[in-house]
């Protein structure tokens, strides 16, 4: 039975594959060094967030669209014990999808969790002008679009289009939210 890494792992390889690239390819498209490519493809270890960011934005794909192959017309009800979860264990956060890319639906839910005093950032969006509401559920999160500054506790919510850099930071307290993203 594969790991979640090693599906993870052939996923990536098939999305470059569909595209045609070679590794030297998406190392120039998206930042990411083509060693590191090549050691995820071959679930050597999993990639961080910023690696998944860079690879999302090199091929306008979200996250979601990224992480989960291309389904066939959407179920209704998503169990949680199917809603895939990822961790980014180097940098304290989870990501789980609440609602998934499918079929004839344009968007997509994520409950993302990020613990105390750390910090993470993308380049560029994945998709140019994608549109995200972000809802605060616990604790405090320091969130930065382009160059606007915001500071969200439980309760709060956020609505953006993203085009440029963002960064997601937490202090003394770990953050949980939801992105709901259209």
Known sequence: MSTLN??????????????????????????????????VE??????TADTLGSLSTAYQMTIS?????IEAPFAPRVP???QSVW???????????VSPPSGGLSA?????ELAAYQMISYAAPSV????HHLVMLSGALNVTIGDAEHRLEAGDCLRYQLFGASKF???VDPASYFIVLV
């Not at 098939?14 to 070679?22: C, D, H, I, K």
């Not at 961790?87 to 999808?97: A, I, L």
């Not at 997509?108 to 993302?112: D, G, L, N, R, Y």
């Open 42 to 47: 071959n679930a050597e270890v999993s990639p």
């Open 6 to 39: 090693d599906r993870l792992a052939e996923r990536l390889k098939q999305v470059r594959a569909t595209r045609g690239w070679s590794l030297q390819e998406l190392a120039d498209a998206s930042g990411v060094s083509r060693s590191t490519l090549s050691r």
């Open 108 to 112: 997509e839910v994520v409950q993302c």
């Open 169 to 171: 930071q937490t202090g």
């Open 87 to 97: 961790r980014d264990t180097q940098n304290g956060f989870s990501r789980r999808v």
């Open 65 to 69: 669209q990224l992480l989960a192959p």
């Open 80 to 82: 949680a014990a199917e």
């Open 128 to 131: 140019p002008g994608h549109e």
